[in-house]
């Protein structure tokens, strides 16, 4: 695998108001190695994926899109690399004023190098492949919670991008609604598609992903499968995995 085929951090260090985030932080996803980032709320996972997409500065260190440092740079200058990854915020993040359909092709409306002939086709496709093709006309205020992932799933899927970052999304949602979003992502992967995946969720983590970084108190602790994960003597994994009445976390 070349670098070229995988996005990076290397050394990376990242504060907020004082209070470290990341201290010396590495991580790689390579293409075709659908990852997720675990650790309890409030550990800087959604931050790690900020700072992959280029929303966020590093105090140091360096974020790679294939070859191409993107830290200092302008976000001008690295917005063809960034239009391969799309990310599913947590609450979905659509534009309330706007139609499903509107969200959807949104990203592909701004860009200005199809025909609305053309959008409206990828709208439709991408609506179908999520399931939600009938919700075209509604408003997000229309939508059950688990109907808000999966149109948020489908704008991601309209630029056809090579990777897809997902921000907790199961949270709130019912066994039913965990499901699909797990079926969802297995499709995606098994189209091609990689999936990073911040969560706390393990049997949505388990269920989807073939590696796994744990994240405690800015620093990686564990990285590998989920049979190493479960097997790893490291203290604070293993309370993750089975909580205790002596969390290690208060």
Do not use: W
């Amino acid at each position: 695998m070349t670098t070229s085929d995988s996005i990076r951090m290397e050394k990376l260090c990242y504060s907020v108001g004082g209070r470290t985030i990341l201290e010396d932080f590495d991580f790689h996803l390579e293409r075709g190695v659908n990852r997720t980032i675990l650790g309890v709320s409030g550990a800087g996972k959604t931050t790690i994926l900020k700072l992959l997409l280029g929303l966020l500065e590093p105090d140091s260190g360096s974020v790679y899109i294939g070859d191409l440092c993107i830290t200092g740079l302008p976000e001008s200058r690295f917005m063809n690399q960034r239009k391969r990854i799309a990310i599913v915020f947590q609450g979905g993040a659509l534009f309330d004023s706007m139609t499903v359909g509107e969200n959807v092709g949104y990203r592909l409306f701004e860009e200005g190098c199809l025909s609305q002939n053309e959008i409206s086709t990828i709208v439709s496709e991408k609506l179908s492949f999520v399931g939600v093709e009938a919700a075209l006309d509604l408003y997000p205020a229309e939508l059950s919670g688990g109907m808000k992932k999966r149109v948020a799933i489908a704008r991601a899927l309209a630029a056809d991008p090579d990777y897809i970052f997902f921000d907790e999304p199961t949270t709130g949602l019912d066994p039913i609604g965990v499901y699909n979003i797990c079926n969802l992502m297995l499709r995606l992967q098994a189209e091609g598609k990689t999936t990073l995946m911040v969560t706390h969720d393990l049997v949505t983590a388990f269920a989807t992903s073939q590696r796994f970084t744990f994240l405690h108190q800015a620093n990686m602790l564990f990285e590998g499968t989920e049979e190493e994960m479960k097997a790893s003597s490291t203290p604070e994994v293993r309370e993750f995995l089975q909580p205790t009445d002596r969390s290690l976390f208060i």
